[in-house]
């Protein structure tokens, strides 16, 4: 029950606890009786687009256009192919209520649609003659679940600072990610649909005030994955100035996959497709609802628990005379200096996945199965290949439980709280901060989130209090999430505060690639001092209750990972 509830809770059945989802043009999020009753419209080079008002956390009024198609609905015989960019409107876009979601599971009031291929731009105005800062932000959840939609990634805190905020929806699951490593799907549909959004934000972000030079990629989890692999990406060269990766990196364990193959299998058989070659799982998978494919998400869930978090993943394409969007293992162009080099900040949170301890230590078949079965599991749960050996299997072990046998008792979760984090985020994200501040000619800056707040991704069930920092809960001070959280108010607590940095830092980063503060007019940034990272030093900055800097972020904890996947930095 427990496990459902974090998964469920984390995932799925969230979207929509506090549904919104059709609100009505005119009574948008956070936008007062008082605002204009005229909608905004902007003239873009691709067409006029018609928007709304909403306003900030600290009151200021800016224009909302939502739900804007920056590609064909990928629909029809478009499904499974890549994205058809539109370039001209016919007649006025009305975007000034929310789009879909992508198709993923949610509660029937919630609006998905497989036509889903929006774009968000918030912006405080679109007449300055000095263009601001764009900030275009890549939505988390596993390749497989979430939205840009503005529960999900509200723009009221952002907007208070002189920038363009813009969110898109990218496909997810069998519908995005797709790969039989064939010329029938080679893969990477999602990615590039980011890359047809960006391409959008070059031609149109001018018109509603936006600087085309200076775009900054920012994501967290799946969009912090995304984020790197733009910067490798042939396609996306040229298209952004500074990234943000926060929580998740392609790097560090084995090398990227060519297909998900096992997936495409596993998709036709949950809707009861042929699955005995590529053609015919493709055909099949056309005739079936976008309801049915996102529905099945969690019926990919089936090897232990709710493990593996990861699922589908960005694969790197074979030739088939295609626009490859990935043609090499991310880590292994880092290394040649085959990228995009941007200025690049990157974090991880204290605590991450540490919750999934609990499903676990809480269920006594899992806990069993774990402690007798645990060369089998373990693959699984910290996702690494299968066929590791034995001895790099045993030696995960006694790293972080020594002889102990997992039990239900504090020692126990934390230890496997921590296997948990350090696996599926942890390592890849230093790997990623090795390679980047040793083969990027741009400064890198890493930082922990460590802050413990009044809300959190994971909250306990009987106190509904956070008890560490978890994965994703950063973008609880960068954006409202009121599908899930309370908008913080301003005011003198922390978490006010704290919304005040955090937006100063993405603010400084944005326009100068450097987060540090530029003069004595940002007081919420007056004590910090943040050195990029370098190989020989590599400081990082905590950020908790106030800003601390310290060095070889939990390197000690990495060492066993080192071992088990040598690293050439
Ligand atoms: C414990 O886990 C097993 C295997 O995933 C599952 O079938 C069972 O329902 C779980 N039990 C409880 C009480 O959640
Ligand atoms: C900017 O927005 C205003 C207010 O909606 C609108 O009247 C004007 O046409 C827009 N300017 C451009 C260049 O689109
Ligand atoms: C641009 O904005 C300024 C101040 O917000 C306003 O005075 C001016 O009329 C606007 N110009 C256009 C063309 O919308
Ligand atoms: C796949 O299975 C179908 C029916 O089960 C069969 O007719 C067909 O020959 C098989 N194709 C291949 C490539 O094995
Ligand atoms: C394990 O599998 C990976 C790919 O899945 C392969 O690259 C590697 O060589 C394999 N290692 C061993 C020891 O078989
Ligand atoms: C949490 O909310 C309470 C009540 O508003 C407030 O007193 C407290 O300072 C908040 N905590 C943080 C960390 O902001
Ligand atoms: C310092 O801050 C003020 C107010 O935000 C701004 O007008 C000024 O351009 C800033 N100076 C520099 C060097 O950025």
């Given at each position: 029950?427990?496990?459902?509830?974090?998964?469920?809770?984390?995932?799925?059945?969230?979207?929509?606890?506090?549904?919104?989802?059709?609100?009505?043009?005119?009574?948008?999020?956070?936008?007062?009786?008082?605002?204009?009753?005229?909608?905004?419209?902007t003239?873009?080079?691709?067409?006029?687009?018609?928007?709304?008002?909403?306003?900030?956390?600290?009151?200021?009024?800016?224009?909302?256009?939502?739900?804007?198609?920056?590609?064909?609905?990928?629909?029809?015989?478009?499904?499974?192919?890549?994205?058809?960019?539109?370039?001209?409107?016919?007649?006025?876009?009305?975007?000034?209520?929310?789009?879909?979601?992508?198709?993923?599971?949610?509660?029937?009031t919630?609006?998905v649609?497989?036509?889903?291929?929006?774009?968000?731009?918030?912006?405080?105005?679109?007449?300055?003659?000095?263009?601001?800062?764009?900030?275009?932000?890549?939505?988390?959840?596993?390749?497989?679940?979430?939205?840009?939609?503005?529960?999900?990634?509200?723009?009221?805190?952002?907007?208070?600072?002189?920038?363009?905020?813009?969110?898109?929806?990218?496909?997810?699951?069998?519908?995005?990610?797709?790969s039989?490593?064939?010329?029938?799907?080679?893969?990477?549909?999602?990615m590039?649909?980011?890359?047809?959004?960006?391409?959008?934000?070059?031609?149109?972000?001018?018109?509603?005030g936006?600087?085309?030079?200076?775009?900054?990629?920012?994501?967290?989890?799946?969009?912090?994955?995304?984020?790197?692999?733009?910067?490798?990406?042939?396609?996306?060269?040229?298209?952004f100035?500074?990234?943000?990766?926060?929580?998740?990196?392609?790097?560090?364990?084995?090398?990227?996959?060519?297909?998900?193959?096992?997936?495409?299998?596993?998709?036709a058989?949950?809707?009861?497709?042929?699955?005995?070659?590529?053609?015919?799982?493709?055909?099949?998978?056309?005739?079936?609802?976008?309801?049915?494919?996102?529905?099945?998400?969690?019926?990919?869930?089936?090897?232990?628990?709710?493990?593996?978090?990861?699922?589908?993943?960005?694969?790197?394409?074979?030739e088939?005379?295609?626009?490859?969007?990935?043609?090499?293992?991310?880590?292994?162009?880092?290394?040649?200096?085959?990228?995009?080099?941007?200025p690049?900040?990157?974090?991880?949170?204290?605590?991450?996945?540490?919750?999934?301890?609990?499903?676990?230590?809480?269920?006594?078949?899992?806990?069993?199965?774990?402690?007798?079965?645990?060369?089998?599991?373990?693959?699984?749960?910290?996702?690494?290949?299968?066929?590791?050996?034995?001895?790099?299997?045993?030696?995960?072990?006694?790293?972080?439980?020594?002889?102990?046998?997992?039990?239900?008792?504090?020692?126990?979760?934390?230890?496997?709280?921590?296997?948990?984090?350090?696996?599926?985020?942890?390592?890849?994200?230093?790997?990623?901060?090795?390679?980047?501040?040793?083969?990027?000619?741009?400064?890198?800056?890493?930082?922990?989130?460590?802050?413990?707040?009044?809300?959190?991704?994971?909250?306990?069930?009987?106190?509904?209090?956070?008890?560490?920092?978890?994965?994703?809960?950063?973008?609880?001070?960068?954006?409202?999430?009121?599908?899930?959280?309370?908008?913080?108010?301003?005011?003198?607590?922390?978490?006010?505060?704290?919304?005040?940095?955090?937006?100063?830092?993405?603010?400084?980063?944005a326009?100068?690639?450097?987060?540090?503060?530029?003069?004595?007019?940002?007081?919420?940034?007056?004590?910090?001092?943040?050195?990029?990272?370098?190989?020989?030093?590599?400081?990082?900055?905590?950020?908790?209750?106030d800003f601390?800097?310290?060095?070889?972020?939990?390197?000690?904890?990495?060492?066993?990972?080192?071992?088990?996947?040598?690293?050439?930095?």
């Amino acid at each position: 029950m427990l496990a459902r509830c974090v998964f469920v809770c984390l995932f799925v059945a969230v979207l929509g606890c506090r549904s919104n989802s059709h609100e009505k043009p005119g009574k948008t999020n956070g936008s007062p009786k008082t605002v204009s009753s005229e909608d905004p419209i902007t003239m873009t080079p691709s067409g006029t687009i018609r928007g709304s008002w909403m306003r900030t956390r600290r009151g200021r009024q800016f224009q909302a256009y939502r739900g804007i198609r920056y590609a064909e609905p990928p629909v029809g015989e478009l499904r499974f192919q890549p994205p058809k960019p539109i370039l001209q409107y016919q007649g006025v876009v009305d975007a000034s209520k929310e789009g879909p979601a992508c198709p993923l599971p949610a509660p029937p009031t919630y609006y998905v649609d497989e036509d889903c291929l929006t774009i968000n731009v918030y912006t405080p105005n679109n007449n300055s003659t000095k263009p601001l800062p764009v900030i275009f932000f890549i939505h988390a959840g596993g390749f497989y679940s979430m939205t840009g939609r503005s529960d999900l990634a509200g723009p009221h805190y952002l907007l208070d600072r002189d920038v363009v905020l813009v969110t898109i929806n990218y496909r997810l699951a069998t519908l995005g990610f797709l790969s039989t490593g064939d010329a029938l799907a080679p893969g990477n549909n999602g990615m590039k649909d980011q890359v047809v959004a960006l391409r959008w934000v070059q031609k149109n972000i001018r018109a509603f005030g936006g600087d085309p030079g200076l775009i900054t990629i920012t994501g967290c989890s799946a969009g912090s994955i995304s984020v790197m692999l733009h910067m490798v990406s042939p396609m996306s060269k040229g298209l952004f100035h500074r990234g943000i990766s926060m929580s998740a990196s392609p790097t560090g364990k084995e090398s990227s996959r060519y297909d998900m193959y096992d997936l495409a299998v596993k998709q036709a058989e949950i809707l009861n497709c042929p699955s005995n070659s590529s053609a015919a799982i493709i055909s099949c998978l056309r005739t079936k609802s976008f309801k049915e494919l996102g529905d099945s998400l969690p019926k990919f869930f089936d090897q232990f628990g709710f493990d593996p978090v990861g699922l589908w993943m960005p694969v790197v394409e074979r030739e088939f005379g295609q626009e490859r969007f990935l043609v090499k293992d991310p880590a292994e162009s880092i290394k040649a200096g085959e990228m995009y080099a941007v200025p690049h900040m990157i974090s991880q949170t204290t605590d991450e996945f540490f919750w999934k301890a609990f499903p676990v230590l809480k269920n006594q078949t899992l806990l069993d199965t774990m402690n007798n079965e645990w060369e089998r599991v373990a693959p699984i749960s910290f996702q690494m290949s299968p066929n590791i050996s034995s001895e790099n299997k045993l030696k995960l072990r006694q790293a972080y439980f020594g002889d102990k046998t997992l039990a239900n008792d504090d020692v126990s979760t934390k230890a496997l709280g921590r296997l948990y984090g350090d696996s599926i985020i942890g390592f890849p994200v230093h790997v990623m901060a090795n390679l980047m501040c040793r083969h990027s000619p741009q400064k890198v800056f890493y930082y922990e989130f460590a802050h413990v707040g009044n809300h959190s991704h994971y909250e306990a069930p009987t106190t509904k209090k956070p008890v560490g920092a978890a994965h994703h809960d950063d973008l609880i001070y960068l954006f409202t999430l009121s599908y899930r959280f309370p908008t913080i108010e301003v005011s003198d607590t922390l978490d006010s505060k704290l919304v005040d940095k955090m937006t100063a830092i993405w603010y400084n980063f944005a326009k100068y690639g450097d987060p540090n503060p530029v003069n004595a007019s940002q007081p919420e940034l007056s004590n910090l001092r943040w050195p990029p990272m370098t190989s020989d030093v590599r400081q990082y900055l905590r950020i908790g209750g106030d800003f601390s800097v310290h060095e070889k972020m939990f390197e000690n904890r990495f060492k066993v990972w080192e071992e088990i996947y040598p690293q050439d930095y």
